[in-house]
C-alpha cells in the first residue's frame, strides 16, 4: 500500500474471517495513505470490518459457501465497472 497506492485509489479486501493480519494490516496503511477500503467478509464482527470505509458482509459463517458469495460479489462489482467505464446504465 505504501510503495503503490495514492489518494484516492480504492483498496478491496476480501476475507472470510475479517481477522487475516496481512490484510488488516495492508488496511490500515491504505488509511495512513488516504486510500479508501472496501471490504468483503463473512458475517461476523472483525478487525477488517472496523477499519473499511465500507463492509459487504456474506451473511453467513460456513467458509465455503462464503467464498462462493464473494464470487458472486466479484462478478457484480465486475460488471459495475465495465458498464460505469463503457458509459451504460
Known amino acids: 500500500m505504501r510503495g503503490l497506492g495514492q489518494p484516492g485509489d480504492v483498496l478491496l479486501a476480501f476475507t472470510t474471517s475479517g481477522e487475516s493480519e496481512n490484510l488488516v494490516r495492508a488496511a490500515a496503511a491504505a488509511h495512513d495513505c488516504g486510500i479508501a477500503v472496501i471490504a468483503v467478509t463473512g458475517e461476523r464482527a472483525s478487525r477488517l470490518q472496523q477499519l473499511a470505509d465500507l ?15 464473494h464470487m458472486l460479489v466479484t462478478h457484480i462489482l465486475c460488471d459495475l465497472v465495465e458498464r460505469e467505464l463503457a458509459g451504460r446504465d
Open 55 to 69: 463492509c459487504v458482509q456474506a451473511p453467513l459463517t460456513d467458509t465455503a459457501i462464503v467464498q462462493e458469495i
